[in-house]
């Protein structure tokens, strides 16, 4: 909640007052101003200047809160999230950095009451997500400065936009509860909340679920972005340097059918120049030139989706456009990433004349960021935060030696300290960008933080891609619509689109995953057991043959109806 006296100074501590008609949200960090009453029955929100009585038929529950997330209108009633825990991570730029420990909803649905059946049933449906969405991780805010935007940004603000509320200077694509925001800034009741991943990196994503967001929509909008901008404070000097990564511009999509690697399907091919044109056209509106790199492999499923990536490039390189594809598991296989150095003589030219902001002790700039490497594979996870951590280790380095910390050949590698805060940040980076999309730490991430591949790094990834295709099968689905929910990109109403599929009889209604699984299993595990006793009885050969038999039917069943067990209805209406 923004001061009425103040364009930036914004309530760090408040009490929420739980009344039976209303919710009170009073400031209570040594500020004195006004404070806000929700209605419970229609969620319409006024400033009041002093709280209501209290008696014994009307004691309110009282509960610290550090923020206010947004309002959000379902059906027949609005619901307000707020930040009820939270927990100092570091600085940037002098000001402190907040990660969400616990987000709480509270709704303001009374009017529900009086509602047909069938709205009461898709309130619960509706209020259902936002129960998952209380659980979202890696959420950073700050009270003091604009998260969203870059150093260089920040710094190239004029001075009647650095006088604007935070929420007006922030970037809308970074600013994920920008649609919640929008009833509390109609009424004037400003509220700030804006994420990154803060310690020396800030990330800004634009992120849905893996699986279930792919590609890029119409206007060339990626469904997975992220801007990664890696800073450094010395001896009174700033330098930044910032890095993207996306999904692969074009109009494309994995169905989830139960299979590890769903078959990419690419859709309106004929669209896929303009498509990509869009989207590389904003970037460049944004960070001047780019160099586009393609990591992903040449031949399959991922090489057809990179010829036709390639292709669509030819149409719009330019001089300050470039396509570079590196097959990153051609050549660096699964151990040997220390190769990546080919890759970094290849476009050092780009890195060299495009190079990153330098800052003195006065602020001024010195040296400024032309622009940008974009970088992708299929997740935009592993192989690009790998890469994207060697190419920000050399341009640390080019940084060092501008500022003549380092000699002409000096190194990070040279100073054991200085080396492990760098693994150590990039991989911890990796692993949040990677659990917010695929709901696993990052692969590979034992090389970004020890140097090199490990056993014990290598089984922490089979783990991770066995946890990611059980998440991205059963439940990123439900948590893909409550990101949709919290961001408007779906209305609700009730209607034909939203009316829950009829009961289904006979296997279907109690078909699960977990039940398919125990079945698969239990039939190799026997089939392995008879396999063991082959040797004293030939019989056991027969018996091996059907347990198989059945287990690998079963199997093809479960994939050939994998919608059975990992899809559900759609609740939602496209939003316009």
Same mark, same amino acid.
């Given at each position: ?309 390639? #292709? ?41 004349? #495009? ?116 998440? #991205? ?87 050939? #109806? ?15």
């Amino acid at each position: 909640m923004e001061k009425a006296d103040s364009g930036q100074k914004l309530y760090t501590r408040m009490r929420l007052w739980e009344f039976p008609d209303q919710y009170v949200i009073e400031p209570t960090d040594g500020s004195q101003g006004s404070s806000l009453a929700i209605s419970r029955v229609d969620g319409s929100m006024q400033l009041i200047e002093k709280l209501p009585d209290s008696s014994s038929v009307r004691v309110p529950k009282i509960r610290t809160i550090f923020g206010v997330v947004g309002m959000l209108k379902l059906l027949a009633g609005s619901y307000l999230m707020v930040i009820t825990d939270r927990e100092q991570v570091g600085s940037y730029l002098g000001h402190s950095i907040f990660k969400v420990s616990s987000l709480k909803v509270f709704p303001c649905d009374h009017s529900l009451k009086n509602s047909p059946a069938e709205q009461k049933k898709m309130e619960t449906e509706f209020s259902g997500l936002l129960n998952i969405a209380e659980k979202t991780p890696g959420l950073y805010f700050s009270y003091e400065t604009n998260l969203t935007l870059s150093t260089q940004r920040l710094h190239d603000l004029g001075d009647e936009s650095k006088l604007l509320p935070l929420w007006r200077q922030a970037e809308p694509r970074f600013l994920w509860n920008n649609y919640m925001m929008e009833g509390m800034i109609d009424n004037k009741n400003y509220i700030h909340a804006k994420f990154g991943n803060v310690e020396v990196i800030i990330s800004y994503a634009v992120r849905g679920t893996r699986m279930w967001r792919r590609g890029a929509d119409s206007d060339g909008y990626v469904a997975n972005f992220v801007e990664t901008e890696q800073i450094m404070h010395l001896n009174g000097f700033t330098s930044s340097f910032v890095q993207v990564r996306g999904s692969i511009p074009l109009l494309w999509d994995q169905i989830v059918d139960l299979t590890y690697k769903p078959k990419f399907e690419i859709v309106r091919l004929e669209e896929s120049p303009r498509v990509a044109e869009r989207h590389f056209l904003d970037l460049r509106k944004k960070y001047g030139a780019v160099l586009a790199v393609d990591l992903v492999n040449t031949h399959g499923g991922e090489g057809r989706l990179s010829e036709k990536f390639a #292709n669509a490039m030819q149409h719009i390189v330019s001089d300050d456009l470039r396509y570079w594809h590196f097959d990153f598991h051609h050549i660096c296989g699964h151990v040997h990433f220390e190769r990546l150095s080919i890759l970094y003589e290849q476009i050092v030219d780009f890195l060299d004349r #495009n190079g990153y902001l330098l800052l003195n002790e006065k602020g001024e700039k010195m040296k400024e960021q032309l622009g940008v490497v974009r970088t992708n594979c299929i997740d935009c996870l592993d192989r690009t935060n790998v890469t994207q951590s060697m190419i920000a280790r050399n341009m640390l380095e080019c940084q060092l030696r501008r500022l003549g910390i380092f000699a002409a050949e000096e190194t990070i590698s040279s100073h054991h300290n200085l080396d492990e805060c760098f693994r150590v940040l990039w991989a911890n980076h990796g692993d949040d960008v990677s659990i917010q999309y695929s709901g696993t730490p990052a692969l590979k991430g034992d090389f970004v933080r020890c140097g090199q591949r490990t056993m014990p790094g290598i089984a922490k990834d089979g783990v991770s891609a066995l946890l990611r295709y059980y998440y #991205n099968n059963f439940c990123d689905g439900t948590k893909q619509d409550a990101i949709d929910l919290l961001q408007g990109h779906y209305i609700v109403s009730v209607s034909r689109d939203m009316t829950p599929s009829s009961q289904k009889g006979g296997l279907e209604a109690v078909a699960s995953f977990p039940l398919a699984l125990f079945f698969v299993l239990t039939g190799f595990f026997f089939a392995t057991l008879s396999l063991r006793q082959v040797r004293y009885d030939l019989r056991h050969l027969f018996f091996s043959s059907i347990w198989a038999g059945l287990s690998i039917a079963l199997a093809a069943f479960v994939r050939a #109806n994998g919608r059975i067990f990992c899809n559900r209805p759609r609740l939602h209406k496209p939003r316009s």
